[in-house]
C-alpha cells in the first residue's frame, strides 16, 4: 500500500496547482493547499473544501511559513507575462524568496521539494530543441527577467540547498501548458485565441505568426510533474516537460477558428521585446529516466479546452492586468 503523506502545493490554487492538489487528494495524501490567489480564483478549488484531507491558507510565500509535512510542491509565481510583468519586481521576490522559505522549510523537516520551474530559463534559444544541458539565453535586464532570472535564481537555490545540505530535490523545467483553469485572462497565446473565438473577435496574432510553441495538455502535465516527484533520488533534475509536438502561431489559430467554427478574422500586431522565435522541449530525459511522454495531441485538448470556456462565465474572472 502506498504510504500516504502530508503535502503542501505552494501556489496550489492555480491552474496547474489546483489539478495537482485534486490528484494528490484522490491518492488519498494530506494536502494543504497555500495561495495569495494573486492570479487564481477561489472557485478553482472550492469543490475541494470539504474533503477532510484538504486544507486551505491564504498566505503569501514572500513570508516564512512554518508547516510540518513530508513533500512540498513549489507552484507559487505568476506564470503568463501579463501578470508576471504586472508587479516584476514582487515576481523576482515571489521566485527566490519563495524558493528560500520552501527549501528552509523542507531542510527544517527533511521533505522532499519539487521546483516548478520553466523553458523560460532558456530564453530565446540558441539552441533547437533545448536540452536540460542547453544553458539559454536570456536578457537579464529586459522585460520578461523577473520571471527568467528570477526561475533561474531558484534553480540555484535548489541546487545548492541539495548539494550544501542533503535537501531532496527535484526540478522541472515546465514547457508551455494549457488546459480547462487555465486564467482565460492570462494573455497566453490559447487563452487569448480561445476567448476572442468564442466571442467573434478577432484573433490577436503577434509578428508574422510563424513563431513556433509547443503545448502541453494538462493531463500529461500533471502527470510528468507526479513522476518526477517520483523520480530516483539521482535524478534532482532538471528535468524538461513539455510536448515537442511544434506548430506555428498561425496554425494554431487556424485549429481554433476550425474546432469553434468561430467567423472571427486575423489581426496582426508588433512582437513584444524579447519573445522567443522557437521553443520545443528535448524530453529524451523524461521519456528514458520517467517513462514519461505526452499522449494528448493538441486537437483533442483543445475541444477539452474549449469545452471548458464555453461552460464558465468569463465576467467572473478578473483581467488582473492591463496588458490582456
Ligand atoms: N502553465 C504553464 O505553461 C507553465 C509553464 C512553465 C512554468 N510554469 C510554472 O508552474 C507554476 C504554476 O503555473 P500555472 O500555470 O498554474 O500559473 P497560475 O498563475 O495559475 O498559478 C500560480 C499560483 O501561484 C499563486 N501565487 C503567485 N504568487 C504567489 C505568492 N507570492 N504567494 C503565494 N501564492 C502565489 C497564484 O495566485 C496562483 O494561484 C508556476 O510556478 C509557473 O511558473 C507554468
Redesign the pocket.
Known amino acids: 500500500m502506498a504510504l500516504l503523506k502530508r503535502i503542501l502545493v505552494?501556489?496550489?490554487?492555480?491552474?496547474?496547482?489546483s489539478h495537482l492538489c485534486e490528484r494528490l487528494l484522490a491518492q488519498g495524501h494530506d494536502v494543504i493547499c497555500?495561495?495569495?490567489?494573486?492570479?487564481?480564483q477561489k472557485q478553482?478549488v472550492s469543490h475541494l473544501l470539504g474533503k477532510p484531507n484538504f486544507e486551505l491558507i491564504r498566505?503569501?510565500?514572500?513570508l516564512p511559513t512554518w508547516l510540518e509535512v513530508d513533500e512540498i510542491y513549489?507552484?507559487?509565481?505568476?506564470?503568463?507575462p501579463g501578470?508576471y510583468q504586472y508587479n516584476p519586481i514582487?515576481t523576482m521576490?515571489?521566485s527566490v524568496l519563495?524558493a528560500i522559505h520552501v527549501l528552509g522549510m523542507a531542510k527544517r523537516c527533511g521533505a522532499k521539494v519539487f521546483q516548478?520551474?520553466?523553458?523560460?530559463v532558456y530564453g530565446d534559444p540558441q539552441v533547437h530543441p533545448q536540452p536540460e544541458s542547453y544553458r539559454g539565453s536570456v536578457n537579464p535586464i529586459g522585460p520578461r527577467a523577473c520571471?527568467d532570472e528570477g526561475?533561474r535564481a531558484a534553480e540555484t537555490l535548489f541546487m545548492d540547498y541539495h548539494r550544501r545540505n542533503g535537501v531532496a530535490i527535484r526540478i522541472a523545467?515546465?514547457?508551455?501548458?494549457?488546459g480547462p483553469r487555465?486564467?482565460p485572462y492570462?494573455g497566453?497565446v490559447i487563452s487569448n485565441f480561445l476567448r476572442q473565438a468564442l466571442r467573434g473577435e478577432d484573433l490577436t496574432l503577434f509578428g508574422d505568426g510563424s513563431q513556433t510553441r509547443s503545448f502541453?495538455y494538462r493531463d500529461d502535465?500533471i502527470e510528468g510533474i507526479l513522476r518526477m516527484m517520483g523520480a530516483p533520488a539521482d535524478l534532482p533534475g532538471p528535468v524538461n516537460l513539455g510536448n515537442p509536438e511544434e506548430f506555428t502561431i498561425r496554425q494554431l489559430a487556424e485549429l481554433v477558428l476550425e474546432l469553434t467554427g468561430s467567423q472571427s478574422k486575423l489581426a496582426w500586431k508588433p512582437l513584444p521585446a524579447d519573445d522567443p522565435a522557437q521553443r520545443r522541449p528535448d524530453i529524451t530525459l523524461a521519456a528514458e529516466r520517467l517513462g514519461w511522454r505526452p499522449v494528448v495531441a493538441l486537437r483533442e485538448g483543445l475541444e477539452r479546452t474549449i469545452n471548458w470556456f464555453r461552460s464558465i462565465d468569463v465576467s467572473d474572472y478578473r483581467p488582473p492586468t492591463p496588458n490582456y
Open positions: 505552494t501556489g496550489g490554487a492555480g491552474f496547474l496547482g497555500l495561495d495569495n490567489f494573486f492570479t487564481s478553482n498566505h503569501d510565500i514572500t513549489n507552484l507559487a509565481c505568476p506564470a503568463a501578470h514582487k521576490k515571489t519563495g516548478a520551474s520553466t523553458s523560460e520571471y526561475k523545467r515546465i514547457f508551455n501548458t494549457y487555465m486564467h492570462d497566453r502541453c502535465m
